[in-house]
């Protein structure tokens, strides 16, 4: 490929395209595939797959599923738009794209973020404004990558929901939540059941806790109180909600609830959460 070659559309062989290592989505639903491939087999490729050159190859930026279905009917040529872009740049358009058109499950979504953030120094504000998404979103998808490996296969392989993946992160060990997991598969447990499973064990765990209390208005110390249940799972439930140590103190006078964060990024996505 000269010079004149980039920035325009131009016909390679199909053979002479390799897909992205680091491309976000992992798997291929081999049913929208085919009717991909139906389409192409009628009317042709009429979108040309955006790539850079890679040595004696291109490399896919956005296009994989054209690129694959073409494969599937034959094709031996392509058009491709080539396009000098760095890795990072790559990596930018290969996520919004995939987020675009909807086309990323929960674990390729919440990885993407985390490369975008590990490897090319993204932070959660700057990735949130990139995607046009919230911060709070990216840092509740980012959530799911806590689970382990083998719930996170679950996921892939569309076994269980979003919404149960959320509810398992409310288990209390990694062995629970490959446990409830299994229930979800197995017996077919509703996002319900499984939030109702979560409080459960929460409840069966939780011991009540002694506070000091200083009674600042009258200068004294008051005798030590024992917070009723009520607040510790409300307690439990702020922690959830805002993904951070929440401690609620009550005294005579009324309490006093200390949220806790780790660094400015984290007090922002709090005071995001909060509403301020």
Same mark, same amino acid.
């Given at each position: 490929?000269?010079?004149?070659?980039?920035?325009r559309?131009?016909?390679?062989?199909i053979?002479?395209?390799?897909?992205?290592?680091?491309?976000?989505r992992?798997?291929f =639903?081999?049913?929208?595939l085919?009717?991909?491939?139906?389409?192409?087999? !009628?009317?042709?490729?009429?979108?040309?797959?955006?790539?850079?050159?890679?040595?004696?190859?291109y490399?896919?930026?956005?296009?994989?599923?054209?690129?694959r279905?073409?494969?599937?009917i034959?094709?031996e040529?392509?058009?491709v738009?080539?396009?000098?872009?760095?890795?990072? !740049? $790559? $990596?930018?358009?290969?996520?919004i794209?995939n987020?675009?058109? !909807?086309?990323l499950?929960?674990?390729?979504?919440?990885?993407?973020y985390?490369?975008?953030?590990?490897r090319?120094?993204y932070?959660?504000?700057l990735?949130?404004?990139?995607?046009g998404k919230?911060? #709070?979103?990216?840092?509740?998808?980012?959530?799911?990558?806590?689970?382990?490996?083998?719930?996170?296969?679950m996921?892939?392989?569309g076994?269980?929901?979003?919404?149960?993946?959320r509810?398992?992160?409310?288990?209390?060990?990694?062995?629970?939540?490959?446990?409830?997991?299994?229930?979800?598969v197995?017996?077919?447990l509703?996002?319900?059941?499984?939030?109702?499973?979560?409080r459960?064990?929460?409840?069966s #765990?939780?011991?009540?806790?002694?506070?000091?209390?200083?009674?600042?208005?009258?200068?004294n110390?008051?005798?030590?109180v024992?917070?009723?249940?009520e607040?510790i799972e409300?307690?439990?439930?702020?922690?959830e909600?805002?993904?951070?140590k929440?401690?609620?103190?009550?005294s005579?006078?009324?309490?006093?609830i #200390?949220?806790?964060?780790? =660094?400015d990024?984290?007090?922002?996505?709090?005071?995001?959460l909060?509403?301020l």
């Amino acid at each position: 490929m000269d010079d004149g070659d980039k920035d325009r559309v131009i016909e390679v062989e199909i053979k002479d395209i390799k897909a992205r290592a680091d491309q976000p989505r992992r798997v291929f =639903n081999s049913e929208a595939l085919q009717e991909l491939a139906d389409s192409l087999q !009628e009317h042709g490729v009429l979108q040309p797959l955006l790539v850079r050159k890679r040595g004696k190859h291109y490399e896919i930026i956005a296009g994989e599923r054209r690129w694959r279905a073409a494969q599937m009917i034959g094709i031996e040529q392509i058009p491709v738009l080539v396009k000098e872009i760095d890795d990072i !740049e $790559a $990596a930018e358009i290969s996520l919004i794209e995939n987020l675009q058109r !909807e086309d990323l499950s929960l674990t390729e979504e919440a990885r993407a973020y985390r490369q975008m953030i590990e490897r090319y120094g993204y932070t959660q504000e700057l990735l949130s404004k990139k995607i046009g998404k919230s911060r #709070t979103h990216v840092t509740n998808t980012m959530r799911i990558m806590n689970l382990p490996e083998a719930v996170l296969d679950m996921i892939d392989g569309g076994m269980i929901t979003a919404g149960h993946a959320r509810a398992l992160l409310s288990m209390g060990s990694a062995d629970q939540q490959i446990a409830v997991a299994k229930q979800i598969v197995e017996q077919g447990l509703s996002v319900r059941a499984v939030e109702e499973k979560a409080r459960q064990k929460k409840s069966s #765990t939780r011991t009540v806790k002694k506070v000091e209390i200083i009674d600042l208005s009258e200068g004294n110390v008051s005798e030590s109180v024992r917070r009723g249940p009520e607040i510790i799972e409300l307690e439990e439930r702020m922690q959830e909600r805002w993904g951070t140590k929440v401690d609620i103190k009550p005294s005579q006078q009324g309490g006093k609830i #200390t949220i806790s964060y780790y =660094n400015d990024e984290d007090l922002s996505r709090i005071i995001d959460l909060l509403g301020l």
